[in-house]
């Protein structure tokens, strides 16, 4: 069992990720969810303090950390934006996804990536095929040194606004998931569609459909050796949804104190409304549940830091945490009254966002099958 505490390095990580948010991210949040549009610049000053690079190997320009450390960047963040934490939480994975490239690619997407200057989004999701990944349709072509690719990926976040996207295609289409390999395609490409979804939250990141009608990448673009990068980039997973946990958490943390703030200041029948108890214990409540996600979290990242297997653990993360916070979430709103269900107020936007979380990475109930069959034994667990 892990006796953790943060390192004093870690502490003041915190504090300056914390001084940056809000600082550089707060203002204009109100206007950015307005313009639907997450800029580019406040991406590069999150990468001027090394925010966008943390998972990047130093010969590309990364400024590699462990994954508590990770975890700390993207629960300060969320607790002012959560968009900005998002475009972390995307670097930290394509990081990943970019190390089975060859060096061209490397050199031309990793390198800026981590600078700040280019943004990849993921794309796995397509219209039939979610948490489901074995089960896509989009098929990639080997035609001499290029793969033709064709078919959709959907949900994609940041897809009208970003430069290229990781994504699967079969290769091989008998042999299942052992069949399927993943390449970057770049956004500019002849014949990429894009076309923008309306959603209900993360307005300024956006979700896109990317369509792709016989799009021709070089092979280079393949991402690993055909049919083997598949399993490698899923085991990314594991540690991402650890940090959406958090993402929810931050959320959830943020809303708790400006219903706690507001709560003191509130009078009813002479009172502050704090002093109500049914106030107080729903405040008493969110606290104790915040404690006990971000502990979940936090240990999963370290037993990935140790090199511990933790598939439990980060599937609790990902179900717990977004469900929990949401909750959180929704009493702050009410304990704000009349004045929560206005835009003038933070915690509707958070109450918005949260629910995506409940959505992306895989669901709740796929993050239960997960855990069912880590403590039972796949045998056991119904299809």
């Given at each position: 069992m892990l006796d953790f505490n943060f390192t004093e390095e870690q502490e003041m990580f915190r504090r300056a990720v914390r001084d940056f948010a809000r600082k550089e991210l707060a203002p204009g949040i109100k206007e950015r969810v307005k313009s639907m549009v997450f800029p580019r610049e406040l991406i590069k000053a999150m990468a001027n303090i090394g925010l966008t690079a943390m998972n990047v190997p130093e010969e590309y320009g990364g400024q590699p950390t462990d994954w508590v450390t990770m975890g700390i960047a993207i629960e300060e963040l969320t607790k002012v934006d959560f968009c900005a934490s998002s475009i972390v939480f995307f670097d930290v994975g394509q990081a990943i996804i970019l190390r089975l490239a060859s060096e061209e690619v490397k050199q031309k997407w990793l390198v800026p990536m981590a600078a700040g200057d280019k943004v990849l989004c993921m794309g796995s999701t397509e219209p039939d095929a979610g948490s489901d990944v074995a089960g896509i349709k989009m098929r990639a072509v080997k035609e001499g040194d290029h793969y033709i690719l064709n078919g959709e990926k959907s949900s994609i976040t940041y897809g009208m606004q970003g430069d290229a996207i990781t994504t699967f295609a079969k290769t091989d289409p008998e042999l299942g998931a052992r069949g399927i390999t993943p390449f970057l395609v770049p956004f500019e490409s002849p014949g990429v569609i894009r076309s923008a979804f309306d959603d209900m939250g993360w307005e300024p990141l956006g979700r896109a459909s990317v369509i792709m009608d016989n799009v021709r990448i070089p092979s280079e673009y393949?991402?690993?050796?055909?049919?083997?990068?598949?399993?490698?980039?899923?085991?990314?997973?594991?540690?991402?949804?650890?940090?959406?946990?958090?993402?929810?958490?931050?959320?959830?943390?943020?809303?708790?104190?400006?219903?706690?703030?507001?709560?003191?200041?509130?009078?009813?029948?002479?009172?502050?409304?704090?002093?109500?108890?049914?106030?107080?214990?729903?405040?008493?409540?969110?606290?104790?549940?915040?404690?006990?996600?971000?502990?979940?979290?936090?240990?999963?990242?370290?037993?990935?830091?140790?090199?511990?297997?933790?598939?439990?653990?980060?599937?609790?993360?990902?179900?717990?945490?977004?469900?929990?916070?949401?909750?959180?979430?929704?009493?702050?709103?009410?304990?704000h009254g009349h004045v929560g269900f206005s835009k003038e107020y933070p915690v509707e936007q958070r109450f918005r966002d949260s629910i995506g979380l409940e959505i992306g990475d895989g669901t709740s109930n796929i993050m239960k099958v997960i855990i069912a069959r880590q403590i039972l034994g796949r045998e056991f667990v119904p299809a």
């Open positions: 393949r991402l690993g050796e055909e049919g083997k990068g598949f399993s490698k980039v899923m085991h990314m997973f594991d540690s991402a949804r650890a940090l959406a946990g958090l993402q929810a958490l931050g959320m959830a943390e943020a809303s708790l104190e400006n219903a706690i703030s507001y709560a003191k200041e509130r009078h009813a029948f002479g009172q502050p409304i704090a002093a109500f108890q049914g106030v107080s214990s729903k405040l008493a409540e969110a606290a104790t549940k915040i404690e006990l996600g971000r502990w979940l979290c936090y240990r999963t990242l370290w037993m990935r830091d140790q090199g511990i297997p933790h598939v439990k653990e980060s599937a609790m993360c990902k179900w717990w945490c977004p469900e929990v916070a949401m909750g959180i979430i929704h009493d702050a709103l009410i304990i």
